[in-house]
């Protein structure tokens, strides 16, 4: 009973996201009905206690990144870099692969450190324009986004920058470059059945005569001026704040060193803050990348962005509140619902699985989808089931930079259902709904998972690494 009110809790959630309805408000409907069926008298503590905690934790780490990210990628539309951006692309590739250039902009953006939810706010304004030009539905963009930044970039890759990539370097003891060939073949297997099926979408729906499709929300404003930058200067934000954010992730540490505390200059004896450097670089570093990005963006087009400046910032603020939190709630859920004994059910039910590959992969995915977070799944389940993994791996011989590479790739599967935040901040950033978007979403979905397999699959047969 305890296992099938966790279901019920995350099946409720699914269906009021993919029906519309905001996560804001089922997120905490849907994780307090399931305290209230299992301890009663837990409702208002694990409310207060672990929802909201859990919730203003997020909001405080993260909300930085969500506002400048949203900034910036309003400026990039006001400029008109977006325009420009997409003349350059649609000339080299031609209208037909539009689909193949915004997969390319994007897994260029995230295996280049910055955050996906920041990818999403700056690619979404060339890539409405870019889809408008070569009469593509623009319920595929969506789909396009994911396939570039929540998948192969995110966690397959060897040496990406994404938080799925480090969490299993704590456990496993090793680094982001683990198991370079089974990442490798993953990303290929991700990348090439991705881009066929999206292209196949196309396809139907240019046979069908939809095209880009009209009384449509939140689609970015044209450029109002006669003549677009150049290319390369409209480039040029996108590809400063990869290059400062990666330059930023190794500098920071060295400049504070591990922790940094200051005393607060107020009346009486206060306490000193201590900030862990350790945990916060990674979001300075994207902080500060932003930051140069949108100055890169007012330097080389102030005339255009200056007269439009104070209205579009209202309405990247606006964005940015909604997309954090989406993203809150459902943090503050899967906080709640790992806390529940029925979420330990599924956690020790997961561990009959003979395979040690199989095993942790199966793991990781199935929580990563019940707390709808890559990085919260996995982290849950290596906390409570790597030291097994470890030793049935050793048992087998199996390397660790192969738990490794499983883990990340797995952590990544069916954690985009329809209640996953950044699933939602997609689509609010777009202006589409689960009904329009969410099926092409899914089979990416379908086919990252079936990626993980893929490299067990080569593993078990050839034993590269």
């Known amino acids: 009973m305890a296992l099938l009110i966790v279901l019920a809790a995350l099946a409720f959630l699914m269906i009021a996201a993919y029906r519309g309805h905001s996560v804001i408000l089922f997120a905490p409907i849907a994780a307090l009905g399931a305290v209230l069926l299992t301890a009663p008298a837990l409702v208002a503590p694990m409310f207060s206690g672990l929802f909201m905690d859990r919730m203003v934790g997020f909001l405080q780490l993260y909300f930085p990144v969500f506002l400048l990210g949203a900034l910036f990628g309003k400026l990039i539309e006001l400029s008109g870099f977006s325009r420009s951006i997409v003349a350059a692309t649609v000339g080299a590739v031609g209208r037909s692969r539009a689909i193949l250039a915004i997969v390319l902009v994007c897994a260029l953006l995230t295996y280049g450190g910055v955050s996906l939810f920041v990818v999403v706010f700056a690619v979404y304004p060339f890539a409405a324009e870019l889809f408008r030009q070569a009469a593509i539905p623009k319920r595929l963009i969506p789909g396009a986004i994911a396939l570039g930044a929540f998948t192969f970039t995110m966690d397959a890759l060897p ?71 150049h290319p390369l200067v409209a480039v040029l934000p996108l590809v400063g704040v990869a290059v400062v954010n990666g330059a930023l992730t190794t500098l920071i540490p060295r400049l504070y060193g591990p922790t940094q505390s200051f005393v607060p200059a107020v009346i009486g004896q206060a306490k000193p803050v201590v900030q862990e450097v350790s945990k916060l670089a990674a979001i300075w570093a994207v902080e500060g990348a932003l930051i140069f990005g949108i100055a890169c963006v007012l330097a080389f087009a102030w005339r255009p962005v200056s007269h439009r400046f104070a209205e579009g910032s209202k309405a990247a603020v606006s964005g940015a509140l909604l997309a954090s939190m989406n993203t809150a709630s459902e943090y503050g859920f899967g906080a709640v619902i790992a806390a529940l004994p029925g979420f330990r059910v599924a956690a020790e039910a997961l ?90 979403i899914f089979a990416i979905t379908l086919i990252k998972t079936a990626a993980v397999f893929v490299v067990i699959a080569v593993y078990s047969l050839t034993g590269l690494v």
């Open 159 to 229: 040496g990406t920058p994404q938080i799925q990539n480090i969490i299993p370097t704590a456990f496993f003891h090793t680094t982001t470059w683990a198991a370079p060939w089974l990442g490798s073949i993953g990303a290929i297997f991700i990348l090439t059945l991705g881009l066929a099926y999206l292209d196949w979408q196309r396809r139907r729906a240019g046979a069908a005569g939809e095209g880009y499709g009209r009384d449509l929300r939140n689609e970015p404003e044209l450029h109002a001026g006669d003549q677009l930058a």
């Open 351 to 440: 561990q009959a699985i003979p395979n040690p590959l199989v095993n942790e992969a199966v793991s990781v995915t199935v929580l990563a989808g019940i707390t709808g977070s890559a990085s919260g799944g996995m982290s849950i389940a290596l906390a409570a089931m790597a030291d097994t993994f470890v030793h049935n791996a050793r048992a087998a011989g199996i390397p660790m930079e192969v738990l490794h590479r499983v883990a990340a790739m797995a952590s990544g599967g069916m954690d985009t259902l329809p209640q996953n935040g950044a699933v939602i901040t997609l689509l609010a950033v777009t202006g589409l709904t689960h009904r329009q978007s969410y099926r092409d």
